[in-house]
């Protein structure tokens, strides 16, 4: 039924559709999500905002609705969104039920996107209040953005050292053959139409907490109201004779990965560090350099964090392309000739030819500009955020309880704000207390992480008194494969492990104290994002239920 701006298009028999369905229907030409939760219907984009994943195979629970690829959520009452990477909303279309029929009637408009943006105020000139950002990450733009959608109206100011509106820095190494603009992730319109200035190219070099002002290093100065610092982390520099040598590279920005594409197409690339930056480096090259050779002192990749069982599923895949490994060894040397590096000297004694080498040993907090104020920070200079946490609910996890696993306790109460009044910390650059790490604390480099710290950051400045409640979820991705994690498994002493490694279909599970922490799968989707969910809700995953997981049902666990 074509109304004119609305259709109206019967999708279904409400008999048909099962309580927890999702399914992928047509109005008008357009795909639409239906799901049904008990006896209501919903129905919303199709595909997630954040890279376009079907969410007909996502992990509803409740009213919530979690991406299968990346672990972004949604509040299918409303479309909004409640869980990064996504920034934007789905659209959400009426549903009616009429005689066992169900009809969705939309606005043509709204099915020709799958995301709906989120309505802002905008910037008052009454309003004398300015919110400084320093950095121009995803934790800067997702406070800025909060800060207008809960009716913010006085001054933003987003200021960053990079040249370019803040982009998907995940995309540096997985994709290489991008220019910065295709991966802006808001354009300079969009941000100038919401009243968020973009400052450009302005490095803060000092703070002075007790006169609220920032000093830039091209010797501005601006006041603030409150201030974000979201500055990051930087790669961590070799320390070996020729370091200092022409193409020994570090991947930070668009033009640092465009000039390594560039520099090793054809040619002998060494990469130092095994590491996820690294790896995902070597497989985008895999194909283009004329050879590749990573240098890792341990074991084998990613072992800190994934393991070594998913380390050697991955180091495995890369060598079936031709990428060497020289591993349990550390790079000793770059020797080069007029000027530039040749050739790349192992401790063992070994010389790999080298064109260009790429350094991915690891990252620093971008804090050095703090150095001798009063801001909280540990030995590496990450900034500590709430040192006094208040209680999640009542019963659980405090200061005064032991730590533990159990149930609410999987999350612990954060609000960004440092040490020093009305200055709060968000991202790579800062350390925090982390339940599932028994609160000891840590620097989560991811970016739903760090985009999560923008929004609650954001709340708090407003007074709304909101805390961090999320589980850690990232992807590494590498030959067109993802492996994916979620939850902090740091300090685990247990793995489970179903499905099948040599045939790169698995689902690990992550043991401490007889739980799970943590999960990570390969072709397995949507289950990390399940047990996301699981974790999120408080909820204990045993180890005798990660026994008894069936990869191949999204059923399990149903009765948590």
């Not at 991915?360 to 500009?369: K, L, N, Y």
């Not at 850690?472 to 494969?481: A, D, E, R, V």
């Not at 995953?541 to 990660?546: F, L, M, N, R, T």
């Amino acid at each position: 039924m074509d109304g004119g701006d609305t259709v109206t298009a019967e999708v279904c028999e409400e008999a048909d559709m099962a309580d927890g369905e999702l399914r992928e229907v047509t109005v008008a030409g357009h795909t639409v999500l239906l799901l049904r939760n008990r006896t209501q219907f919903s129905a919303l984009g199709s595909r997630c905002p954040h890279y376009g994943a079907p969410l007909s195979r996502g992990v509803l629970r409740g009213n919530r609705l979690r991406c299968p690829w990346h672990g972004a959520c949604f509040d299918i009452k409303t479309g909004d969104i409640e869980e990064h990477p996504a920034l934007d909303c789905l659209p959400r279309f009426k549903v009616t039920v009429e005689d066992g029929k169900v009809f969705v009637t939309a606005k043509k408009k709204d099915l020709e996107s799958s995301l709906r943006v989120k309505e802002t105020s905008k910037r008052c000139l009454l309003n004398p209040d300015t919110v400084l950002l320093l950095g121009g990450g995803v934790a800067a733009l997702v406070c800025a953005e909060t800060l207008r959608q809960e009716g913010f109206t006085g001054r933003i100011i987003m200021a960053t050292k990079e040249k370019h509106c803040p982009y998907d820095k995940a995309k540096l190494s997985k994709e290489m053959n991008l220019k910065a603009e295709d991966i802006y992730l808001r354009t300079p319109e969009f941000l100038d139409a919401r009243g968020i200035e973009l400052w450009t190219e302005r490095e803060a070099v000092s703070v002075d907490f007790q006169r609220q002002k920032v000093r830039f290093k091209n010797g501005s100065s601006q006041k603030y109201n409150h201030l974000l610092i979201a500055t990051g982390s930087h790669p961590i520099l070799l320390e070996v004779p020729g370091a200092d040598l022409q193409n020994v590279c570090l991947l930070q920005t668009p033009e640092d990965s465009s000039k390594i594409l560039e520099l090793a197409t054809g040619k002998n690339l060494v990469i130092i560090g095994a590491s996820f930056i690294g790896m995902e480096i070597a497989a985008f090259l895999s194909d283009k350099a004329g050879a590749i050779s990573v240098v890792e002192k341990k074991e084998l990749p990613f072992q800190k964090v994934l393991g070594s069982q998913v380390g050697g599923v991955a180091m495995k895949m890369l060598q079936n392309k031709g990428v060497k490994f020289y591993m349990k060894t550390k790079l000793s040397e770059l020797k080069g000739k007029d000027g530039k590096v040749t050739e790349a000297v192992l401790d063992s004694g070994k010389k790999i030819p080298a064109d260009v080498v790429v350094t991915a040993i690891g990252v620093s907090p971008s804090s050095a500009f703090l150095k001798g104020t009063s801001i909280a920070r540990d030995s590496s200079g990450a900034i500590l955020v709430d040192l006094v946490s208040a209680s999640w609910v009542p019963g659980v996890l405090t200061q005064s309880h032991a730590p533990c696993h159990c149930t609410n306790c999987l999350l612990s109460p954060q609000r960004m704000q440092t040490n020093i009044p009305n200055v709060f910390a968000a991202g790579d650059v800062v350390s925090f207390p982390v339940a599932l790490l028994n609160r000891e604390r840590s620097s989560i480099h991811h970016q739903q992480v760090a985009e999560a710290h923008g929004h609650i950051a954001a709340l708090n400045m407003l007074k709304k008194q909101k805390e961090l409640r999320t589980i850690p979820f990232f992807w590494t991705t590498m030959l067109g494969k993802s492996i994916r994690y979620a939850g902090c498994g740091e300090g685990y002493t247990d793995t489970v492990v179903k499905g099948s490694l040599e045939e790169l279909k698995f689902l690990i599970f992550y043991i401490k104290d007889g739980y799970v922490i943590a999960a990570a799968s390969l072709n397995c989707d949507p289950m990390v994002s399940l047990i996301a969910e699981v974790l999120y809700s408080g909820k204990q995953i045993s180890k005798e239920e990660a026994e008894a997981c069936d990869i191949t049902s999204i059923s399990w666990l149903t009765h948590t």
